[in-house]
């Protein structure tokens, strides 16, 4: 999948420290009706199962010197196994403000996702400032009918999910097949299990990448190889609560993502700044022998 969804929950705990200011959507859309998107890792997408460091900093600023920089990497592991997909993830971020504040976020990430898109295992420990919280549980989701999400840390909660709920990877599978059938605009409903928040509404935005893009590393610029080397996207995703109606959505991500799932580039947006992961190596992951 994306790689941005539990990367976004710790930007956002910084947005709301730092910046409580409410977002403003770029894309200018409100959120429509809930309308699913379907369950399952999409069969036509091939997802890469590998291994990936990214580098984390601050992008544009609306308040200049407000905010000073922010700084980071990310590491994630995507891996298939035969029955279903594991991932993976560290991050590492601290954001600095003009008057010396520092606020560092740190989460560790581990899930199982079912080839189906219907079972769904997350465990992750976060972070900021020392005071750590862990979150663990399970959750099952169906194309038509509701399903659910239960977390044994940091405290047994019971929550529904809407029909047609997405998890990690089938979220991925489902945009790109999107965006291969050409369309510009998809909805759907997505959950992670990194806070206590539950499912959100997702309204992607999509554009094709120019036939010539190339990615390069951030640092020391280097060229990635055939991994980035293949045709994608531009999409713009905005992520509102399920049940709500206001224009603004929480936050927004714009990310390039291939048509193998890698994302090189995702940019954040929130109210006063954005923060941009870039890739900066990446390394396939060998298919099991089933």
Known sequence: MLPFVRTLAIIAACAAVLAPTPVTSAVGVEAGPETGGGTGVGAGVDLLAHKAVYSLKMGKTDSPGQFLNVGGAVETVMEKTCDAWISAEQVNMQVTTQSGGVLRQDLVYTGWESFDGKAYRFAA???TNGKTTKYRGSARAHPETAGEAVYVEPEKITMVLPSGTQFYFGLTSWLIEKARAGETRAETIVFDGTDEEGPQKA????????????HKAQVGGEHLGALVDRPGWIMRIAFYPVDGRAAAPDYEVQAVVLDNGVTPKLEMVFSSFTAIQTLEKIEAIEKPQC
């Open 203 to 214: 309204i992607a935005f999509i554009i094709p990448l120019r036939k010539n893009y190339k």
């Open 125 to 127: 420990s976060s972070s």
